[in-house]
């Protein structure tokens, strides 16, 4: 079936950077998305990337997309204390008549000073 | 630019009892959807609308009412709350279904069931 994997936390030191993976299982995936949750708050989308591309950079944050291994990864750089959170990959199929959006359970991202 | 506004962000219910968690969007989004959170479930899907009069369901929608009157509206009630109802809810929209149409999310309304 579908399924989404991600580790379930992640700890660096300020300023390092950060690398969040996430594996998924369906080959008909046509964009893949990053979201970041604040503690309280709802998700906010960070960034996107479509199947046939490899790679997307926007500022300190780096996609990779292996799409024969079917790994996703986001790498944040010079991590700050402001990029704890908890951080969602997510996959958007074409199910049929419908988009499809399988979720990972998240990476909790702690950054120590 | 709200985007999307939930309301209440916080209910206490008693088993039993019946409420409708609002959520408005301003972004004249056609795609509305409603999920639950819950620790180690991820997010699941409870209902959908893919625009004003079109409601379908997700993965999770028992005990779940919907409806769509308007684009900007799309209220989730709850018929008769069961503590196993107890979760955190968001209500998300984006342009279309598209898959390459990001969706924006509420902030959320965390409801206890007693």
């Known amino acids: 079936g579908e399924d989404v994997e991600q580790s379930l936390f992640l700890s660096v030191r300020e300023g390092d950077s950060s690398v969040i993976n996430c594996t998924y299982t369906d080959s008909s995936s046509t964009y893949l998305y990053w979201y970041k949750q604040e503690p309280g708050a709802g998700l906010q989308l960070l960034t996107y990337?479509?199947?046939n591309m490899d790679m997307k950079q926007d500022q300190r944050l780096t996609v990779l997309l292996n799409k024969k291994d079917k790994h996703l990864s986001l790498r944040i750089a010079d991590t700050q204390t402001g990029d704890s959170a908890i951080y969602f990959c997510a996959v958007a199929l074409w199910g049929g008549n419908n988009r499809k959006l399988i979720w990972g359970l998240g990476t909790s991202l702690a950054v120590n000073p | 630019n709200a985007g999307v506004t939930q309301t209440p962000k916080f209910q206490v219910l008693k088993t039993g009892q019946s409420m409708t968690l609002q959520c408005a969007q301003d972004m004249n989004h056609e795609y509305m959807s409603w999920y639950r959170q819950d620790p180690g479930m991820g997010l699941r899907l409870i209902h959908y609308s893919v625009g004003a009069g079109i409601t379908d369901q997700g993965e999770v929608p028992n005990g779940y009412n919907v409806s769509r009157s308007t684009t900007e509206d799309f209220p989730l009630r709850l018929l008769s709350a069961a503590p196993s109802q107890t979760s955190v809810y968001f209500c998300?929209?984006?342009?279309?279904?598209?898959?390459?149409?990001?969706?924006?999310f509420g902030d959320g309304t965390r409801l206890s069931i007693l």
């Open positions: 998300a929209s984006s342009y279309s279904a598209g898959t390459n149409q990001p969706q924006h």
């Open positions: 990337i479509f199947s």
